[in-house]
């Protein structure tokens, strides 16, 4: 197969060449399955496979660029598309920047994150490992929901200014198991990423959710005063306000449209907690990463924070065409993010709850619709949901109804950041709109911040 998605990209290119076009050709393939559970019961399994190309062509510094879906047997389909791409840059509003169009020193294939046996994982292994997950768990008031989502993506890219290719093929599993109470209305949840079958672990999801359902059916609800609280975020949370830290940050394009909270001027200085370091590591399997860049740049590791210094911003090729800045072979679907773990000895919620603490630690796994509030201060806005703990310092522990919480990422990622965990898990960030773009960011299990307060307090779920 690799071998004819690539030579239908040398015809290609051979057509445009005849027609004297300069184009870019992206052809992206996608196998996706998903499994969803309602009222524990499987509601939907399901599968698609799509092959999308997007043409782009140019004409001086006029762009345009033509996606269409298709299929392998369907040149002369394609052919046009690169007309009508074609066509269209002749009335394309010109750029007040020349594009950069990549010209391929060599060929370069990359399936090291790619796993046969996850992608050919069935149904019926599927379910097996769902009902592993939850063995026990289910009752008659005690309902499962969720999903089991896998699949295999491809890219191929080639243009006109060299014959050489692009290839990236990876594979991915996305689980998210939802545990409800009918009557009472608490949900707990569990979560687990994969880029190959020996990554899932049903054991680890089942005594996550065992040891909260225990928890919300034993300790008392209640809301919780307003106020300033030490917090203890869970991974889940953890990756989402590096999601947003990754979208509002250090995307130097974005910094000069004004909509980062980061400038030019702090490169080299400290601005966030000496124990923050985040990198862009391509090496890192767990994020299904790209080892090159769509313009065929070697992707290595990239600081992004080292102990808190600001080490500078991400540059894809056309916002550093348009900014006149040097790309950083950023020009990828997505990066590969890693936030390095700490020293605190934690690894379940269940070592988190037995530790000794001076005060009361609010444990929030989950942040619910987050969204950006003030971009240009890094403003953020989310509420606590799925399986959240207030542990006293007594020992005790008690349920609190959903929190909110409004903050500066320069805040949770500044001063008030105690402590990281020592083991990190990949936690899967994916969309599920759009092309298969599987992605995942790498963090510590836990993290702690103090002193943070709590805007709005639910007086139930």
């Known amino acids: 197969m690799k071998e004819k998605i690539l030579q239908t990209l040398q015809d290609l290119r051979d057509y445009a060449l005849d027609k004297k076009y300069i184009v870019t050709l992206v052809y992206q393939e996608e196998d996706s ?61 010109p750029l007040d920047y020349q594009p950069t169009i990549p010209t391929y020193d060599s060929s370069f294939a990359d399936e090291a994150a790619f796993d046969p046996e996850l992608a050919a994982l069935n149904s019926e292994e599927k379910l097996d490992f769902i009902n592993q997950a939850v063995k026990g768990l289910e009752s008659e008031k005690r309902k499962l929901s969720g999903i089991f989502s896998s ?29 409800s109470h009918e009557t009472l209305k608490w949900e707990v949840t569990a979560e687990q990423s994969a880029w190959q079958k020996s990554d899932l672990d049903a054991k680890i999801l089942q005594d996550e959710l065992a040891y909260l359902i225990e928890r919300y059916e034993t300790d008392q609800p209640q809301q919780i005063p307003l106020g300033k ?10 990756a989402e306000l590096l999601s ?84 950083t072979a950023h020009t990828v679907p997505h990066i590969s993010l890693v936030l390095e773990p700490g020293s605190e000895a934690v690894k379940t919620i269940q070592e988190l709850a037995a530790k000794p603490r001076k005060n009361d630690l609010l444990y929030i796994p989950f942040l619910h619709y987050m969204n950006i ?21 007594d020992g005790s522990i008690v349920i609190p109804y959903n929190v909110r919480l409004t903050h500066s990422l320069l805040d949770i990622f500044g001063e008030k950041l105690a402590w990281l965990s020592d083991k990190s898990i990949p936690y899967n960030v994916s969309q599920s709109y759009g092309a298969r773009n599987p992605t995942a960011i790498m963090v510590p299990k836990f993290m702690q911040v103090n002193d943070l307060e709590i805007s709005h307090s639910n007086d139930s779920y």
Do not use: C
């Open 244 to 327: 947003f830290f990754n979208w509002f940050g250090f995307n130097g394009g974005l910094m000069k449209r004004g909509y980062s909270f980061m400038k030019e001027s702090q490169i080299g200085e400290q601005v966030l907690s000496p124990q923050f370091s985040l990198t862009d590591d391509a090496s890192k399997l767990e994020t299904y990463p790209y080892r090159r860049d769509m313009m065929g740049v070697e992707r290595n590791r990239t600081d992004l924070f080292e102990k808190g210094v600001f080490k500078g911003f991400t540059w894809s090729q056309d916002d550093a065409d348009e900014f006149q800045k040097q790309a």
């Open 229 to 238: 609280y030490d917090i203890v975020f869970g991974a889940a949370a953890i």
């Open 33 to 93: 399955y998903l499994m969803r559970f309602a009222n524990s019961s499987i509601s939907l399994n399901t599968n698609e496979h799509l092959i999308r190309l997007e043409i782009t062509a140019y004409q001086g510094n006029q762009r345009a660029s033509y996606q269409l879906i298709t299929d392998l047997s369907k040149l002369d389909e394609m052919k046009d598309g690169v007309d009508i791409a074609a066509d269209m840059a002749k009335f394309a509003q």
């Open 373 to 393: 509030v003030h971009p240009s201060k890094g403003t953020v806005t989310a509420s606590s949901r799925f399986g959240a703990l207030l542990l006293k310092k």
């Open 151 to 179: 699949g295999t993506n491809t890219y191929a890219l080639i243009n006109t200014k060299s014959p050489h290719t692009l290839f990236f093929k990876s594979s991915d599993a996305q689980i998210t198991l939802v545990l």
